[in-house]
C-alpha cells in the first residue's frame, strides 16, 4: 500500500493549484490530509473522484478552522472521527480508519503557540492520542500520519539552538515524541535518511522555502511491528500548492 499524507492549509485553494492532478498521479491507496478547513456540511463539494472515495472531518467550534480528509480506493473496514475523549472533540483533528492488516490514524495535532492554554491543550492532546493509539494496537498494529506541530530533535529544523523556546521545538513537546518512541512507534524517514535539511514546512515569509530554511513537522510512524513491512518513505518537497508539502508510506502488505 502506497500512503500519502499532506497538509494543504486550504484545500479549496490547493484545488485550484493542481491538488486533484498530483492525488491522480501519485500512486496512493490512502491519503491523508489536513487542514482542509472545509465548513461542516460543504463536504459534498470534496466528494472524491472517481479513483477515490473521500471522508472528512471538519471542525464544528470554528469555521474554516482546522479539518482533516481521507480520500481512498482501498475501502476501510471501518471509520471512526475524533478521539474518544470528549474534551479534545469538535475540532476536526482525527480520522482512524481500520484495515485488514493496521489501524491508520490521520492526525492534524494542535499548534501551542497561541499562549500557554492552547500549549496545555497540545500536549493533552498528544497524550489522549497515545493512550487510544495503545488501546487499539493491542488489536492491530498502527500507522499514523499528520502535522505533529513539533520537529522531534535538532535535525528536524533549520535553526535549531534559536528556536528553543518556539513552540514547535519546545523542550516539553520534544520530550512526548520521545515518549512516543520510545513506546515503539518508528518515524519512518529516519529508517532511509539519517541527515539533516529534510523538512516538511516551510514559512511563507522570507522565501524560507527558496533557501530550504524549514522544519520537519510531517510525519509517518508505524508500530514496531510494523517496521519490517516498511518499503519505503519519503518526502515530496517539490510539490506546491501549501506551506507544507507531502510525506508518503509505502508498505508490503503481502
Aim: hydrophobic share 40%; charged share 25%; aromatic share 14%.
Amino acid at each position: 500500500m502506497i500512503l500519502l499524507s499532506w497538509n494543504v492549509n486550504g484545500l479549496r485553494a490547493v484545488v485550484q493549484k493542481g491538488f486533484w492532478e498530483w492525488l491522480a498521479g501519485s500512486g496512493a491507496d490512502v491519503a491523508g490530509v489536513q487542514e482542509s478547513k472545509i465548513q461542516p456540511g460543504h463536504e459534498a463539494d470534496f466528494a472524491g473522484t472517481n479513483d477515490y472515495k473521500a471522508v472528512w472531518s471538519s471542525s464544528t467550534v470554528k469555521k474554516g478552522y482546522s479539518g482533516v480528509g481521507c480520500l481512498y480506493r482501498v475501502e476501510p473496514l471501518s471509520i471512526a472521527m475524533e478521539l474518544p475523549d470528549a474534551a479534545f472533540g469538535g475540532e476536526g483533528r482525527l480520522l482512524q480508519l481500520e484495515f485488514e492488516e493496521f489501524y491508520f490514524f490521520n492526525v492534524y495535532f494542535p499548534n501551542g503557540g497561541r499562549g500557554p492554554e492552547r500549549l496545555a491543550y497540545k500536549l493533552g492532546y498528544y497524550e489522549a492520542f497515545l493512550a487510544h493509539a495503545e488501546a487499539l494496537r493491542r488489536q492491530k498494529p498502527i500507522v499514523v500520519c499528520g502535522d505533529f506541530n513539533t520537529a522531534h530533535t535538532a535535525l528536524d529544523l533549520k535553526n535549531a539552538k534559536a528556536n528553543e523556546k518556539t513552540s514547535g521545538f519546545l523542550p516539553e513537546e520534544r520530550a512526548w515524541l520521545d515518549r512516543f518512541t520510545a513506546a515503539g512507534y518508528v518515524d519512518t524517514f529516519r529508517l532511509f535518511e539519517p541527515g539533516p535539511d529534510h523538512y516538511t514546512w516551510w514559512d511563507y515569509r522570507f522565501k524560507a522555502r527558496d533557501r530550504n530554511v524549514g522544519w520537519r513537522i510531517d510525519y509517518f510512524f508505524v508500530s514496531e511491528e510494523l517496521r519490517p513491512k516498511v518499503k519505503r518513505a519519503w518526502i515530496e518537497s517539490s510539490v506546491l500548492g501549501s506551506d507544507h508539502c507531502p510525506v508518503g508510506l509505502e508498505l508490503d502488505c503481502r
